[in-house]
């Protein structure tokens, strides 16, 4: 329950709580009505003792900004002055006046210090994706950026569609290999010499433009080969102007491809 009187730390005088006016919080002030109105009591200087007249405000304790310097003075050699809270920056590392708990001295500083934290969050969103191929059972890594994939190369691919589907595998060679060997065997086919090949040439592979090594033969990569420039598969035929000398390993990496 609220008092009758209260003390006003001004005057000092116990007065009526209905002197004292209700401040943002909605509790009563400590200086009476009468005190808020007139000039702060005067009051002895803690520097020189000397009593002075405070202005509007109550926390003034000394007379002149010279008592005020002194007595800070005083107070820095004995160890009770507490010093100006100069601190480093922890971005750039120069010392600044810090106010509160500011750790930063400037723009500057703030803007550069977001900018790492912002690409230290993001850096994560870059890495890659790892994941276990579930044909061989290796574990690989994938964009992040690139659609989630199970499968770590086009060779496993081609090896679970195998194991899944074994008869449609054995159809499509076998409907390739009748196709291969009809246009090989058409009205309009050549037949073609490959050493002439090699010879018209000059032992040069067309597809990497680096020289075949005619002393060896397929399987070794650098053995020279006949390739078609546009596939059996792709609608080629089997004539001298749709061969060229090539690789073996060059021969194998284009495949199908015209």
């Known amino acids: 329950m609220e008092q009758d ?19 943002n919080c909605g509790n009563r002030r400590g200086t009476c009505s009468d005190c808020r109105r007139g000039k702060p009591k005067p009051r002895p200087c803690q520097r020189c003792g000397q009593v002075f007249q405070p202005k509007t405000y109550e926390n003034s304790s000394h007379c002149s900004r010279s008592c005020a310097a002194l007595d800070a003075c005083d107070r820095k050699a004995t160890g009770t002055f507490s010093p100006i809270p100069f601190r480093p920056c922890v971005q750039c590392g120069h010392e ?6 500011g750790q930063l001295c400037s723009e500057e500083c703030r803007k ?33 950026y690139s659609r989630p994939t199970i499968i770590c190369s086009k060779r496993c691919a081609r090896r679970r569609k195998i194991r899944l589907d074994p008869d ?55 053995a020279p ?7 059996l598969a792709r609608g080629g035929l089997h004539v001298r102007e749709n061969v060229r000398t090539a690789h073996s390993i060059c021969n194998i990496l284009k495949g199908d491809r015209g």
Do not use: M
């Open 112 to 144: 550069a210090k977001a900018r790492i934290e912002y690409r230290a969050a993001r850096s994560d969103l870059h890495s890659p994706q790892s994941a276990a191929c579930i044909e061989c059972g290796q574990g690989f890594t994938y964009s992040r």
């Open 225 to 231: 080969t006949l390739d078609h420039v546009i596939p």
């Open 5 to 23: 009187t209260k003390v006003c730390r001004r005057c000092e005088q116990p007065k009526p709580v209905e002197s004292f006016s209700l401040n």
């Open 96 to 101: 600044f006046y810090r106010r509160g708990s």
């Open 168 to 222: 449609g595998h054995a159809a499509r060679k076998a409907r390739d290999r009748a196709t291969r060997r009809g246009r090989l065997g058409h009205d309009g086919a050549e037949l073609i010499v490959p050493w002439h090949v090699y010879r018209d040439d000059q032992w040069i592979c067309y597809l990497c433009g680096d020289k075949v090594d005619k002393h060896k033969r397929h399987p070794h990569p650098q």
